[in-house]
């Protein structure tokens, strides 16, 4: 199975959270599966926060941002009834706002799951609701605002 991001265009591929071109990102790589889309992600040491053994919530919060835009991305390809990578006009989406509640502190070395859902999608502009959790406890939640990405002439 191919990640959302497996099929963003090269020119898209060096986002640090999930660019698949950035040699120093994180390479997050997100799945949709009916209602629902999911990423999974395993923090190191190196991205600890203020309290030993947690994660930096900076990098929650941008693995919520290039997860909800990927989720955008994957629900427009369904309402326009297209297929991810379908060799049309790619259709990108970019944040316009996300609101980032942290929950619980998350611990560093286990495995997270971020997952998303669609709430609306209207015009260009999508609005995505976002879980982060930890052996099953959720740690953060989130609201996006996605906005599709289009290119000038």
């Known amino acids: 199975m191919h ?6 265009p090269a020119e898209f591929a060096h986002c640090y959270g999930c660019g698949s071109a950035n040699p120093h ?7 949709i599966e009916g209602e629902r889309t999911h990423a999974r992600f395993t923090p190191a040491a190196m ?11 900076g990098l929650l919060a941008s693995l ?14 369904r309402a326009q009834g297209r ?6 006009a790619p259709i990108r989406f970019v944040t316009g706002s996300l609101k980032v509640d ?29 879980t982060l959790s930890a052996d099953g406890e959720v740690c953060v939640t989130g609201e996006m ?4 990405f289009v290119a000038k002439a």
């Open 64 to 77: 919520l941002d290039c997860h909800g835009t990927a989720t955008a991305a994957a629900f427009a390809y």
């Open 25 to 31: 990102g994180l390479h997050l790589k997100s799945f």
């Open 102 to 130: 942290y929950k619980r502190p998350t611990p560093l070395g286990i495995e997270l799951l971020i997952e998303g859902t669609l709430r609306s999608l209207e015009g260009r502009k999508a609005v995505i609701d976002l």
């Open 83 to 88: 297929a991810l990578g379908d060799g049309g």
């Open 47 to 57: 991205y600890s926060g203020g309290y030993p053994g947690n994660v930096y919530g």
């Open 3 to 8: 990640a959302i991001q497996d099929h963003y």
């Open 145 to 148: 605002l996605a906005v599709q």
